[in-house]
């Protein structure tokens, strides 16, 4: 009976110690937010439940704690350096002030936590795409700590323009790059609308050339067609228009009497190879 009454006076002492608890968290828009008290992790829904950002919360019960007030930058510090750096390079915003990054060292990520792979870091308050920053990790999440200061900001410069001149991953090169940046490079044109399609053109035209023994060199975007600069196996260089939709030829570069679209563009080889003349 004695261990039943210790027991429940233990019980009764955790849940008062618990409620008189306030404790510092991160928390993400949605997410729950957990602290350590005698030894055991608990967890809670925080209350607004919308939230986001560092706080300052009270339990209320077992399942919900209340915000009591945004935390302050030296007390969101000192919570950090609890945990280990990892630098990183912000890729593209996930949602709110979540990002995906990627290592700028795939070794030491590798040595150190095991892992080599893109990393979401929760509340990101400041950076841009491809800027490199120092994040916490403890264990389950990465969290923001500053941008790194001593992170040449002209790669992030350059990486940024080359998205926006759409340039291809395996086409990427300046100096000083490394192959974490072209991970990270590819990462970011997953997101970017129409990047993806040039590259599924390219592929397009250039499969179609091949089947008909024909190799592509470049191609230009004219709203209907496209303009086609490619060779013969022979060297012979031609340029085309070929209409998008069924890829057959708009104009071949050469006189065919009017009958381009008889022909489309695997077809076009052979007639330029003189094969079905």
């Given at each position: 009976?004695?261990?039943?009454?210790?027991?429940?006076?233990?019980?009764?002492?955790?849940?008062?110690?618990?409620?008189?608890?306030?404790?510092?968290a991160?928390?993400?828009?949605?997410?729950?937010?957990?602290?350590?008290?005698?030894?055991?992790?608990?967890?809670?829904?925080?209350?607004?439940?919308?939230?986001?950002?560092?706080?300052?919360?009270?339990?209320?019960?077992?399942?919900?704690?209340?915000?009591?007030?945004?935390?302050?930058?030296?007390?969101?510090?000192?919570?950090?350096?609890?945990?280990?750096?990892?630098?990183?390079?912000?890729?593209h915003?996930?949602?709110?002030?979540?990002?995906?990054?990627?290592?700028?060292?795939?070794?030491?990520?590798?040595?150190?936590?095991?892992?080599?792979?893109?990393?979401?870091?929760h509340?990101?308050?400041?950076?841009?795409?491809?800027?490199?920053?120092?994040?916490?990790?403890?264990?389950?999440?990465?969290?923001?700590?500053?941008?790194d200061?001593?992170?040449?900001?002209?790669?992030?410069?350059?990486?940024?323009?080359?998205?926006?001149?759409?340039?291809?991953?395996?086409?990427l090169?300046?100096?000083?790059?490394?192959?974490?940046?072209?991970?990270?490079?590819?990462?970011?044109t997953?997101?970017?609308?129409?990047?993806?399609?040039?590259?599924?053109?390219?592929?397009?035209?250039?499969?179609?050339?091949?089947?008909?023994?024909?190799?592509?060199?470049?191609?230009?975007?004219?709203?209907?067609?496209?303009?086609?600069?490619w060779?013969?196996?022979?060297?012979?260089?031609?340029?085309?228009?070929i209409?998008?939709?069924?890829?057959?030829v708009?104009?071949?570069?050469?006189?065919?009497s009017?009958r381009?679209r008889?022909?489309d563009?695997?077809?076009?080889?052979?007639?330029?190879?003189?094969r079905?003349?």
């Amino acid at each position: 009976m004695t261990d039943i009454h210790k027991l429940l006076n233990q019980i009764t002492g955790a849940e008062a110690q618990l409620r008189s608890h306030q404790f510092l968290a991160p928390c993400v828009k949605g997410g729950r937010v957990r602290t350590r008290v005698a030894g055991m992790v608990h967890t809670f829904t925080p209350k607004p439940r919308q939230f986001e950002g560092w706080g300052i919360f009270q339990p209320v019960d077992e399942q919900g704690a209340t915000l009591l007030e945004a935390a302050d930058l030296p007390q969101i510090l000192a919570y950090l350096q609890q945990f280990p750096t990892i630098r990183l390079r912000l890729a593209h915003r996930l949602q709110n002030q979540s990002w995906l990054a990627y290592p700028i060292n795939e070794a030491d990520m590798r040595q150190r936590f095991k892992m080599v792979k893109p990393v979401p870091v929760h509340l990101v308050t400041e950076g841009i795409a491809f800027e490199q920053i120092l994040a916490r990790w403890n264990g389950n999440s990465c969290w923001f700590g500053e941008v790194d200061r001593r992170a040449d900001p002209a790669i992030a410069e350059t990486l940024q323009s080359n998205l926006e001149q759409l340039t291809r991953v395996e086409e990427l090169q300046f100096k000083g790059m490394t192959p974490e940046m072209r991970s990270l490079y590819e990462l970011a044109t997953q997101q970017v609308e129409g990047f993806a399609q040039p590259q599924r053109d390219e592929k397009q035209l250039r499969q179609a050339l091949k089947l008909g023994g024909g190799e592509l060199h470049q191609f230009q975007d004219r709203g209907d067609y496209w303009t086609v600069d490619w060779t013969t196996s022979d060297g012979v260089r031609h340029t085309s228009a070929i209409a998008k939709d069924d890829l057959t030829v708009v104009s071949s570069g050469i006189c065919l009497s009017g009958r381009d679209r008889d022909f489309d563009l695997q077809s076009l080889v052979g007639v330029m190879e003189h094969r079905e003349w």
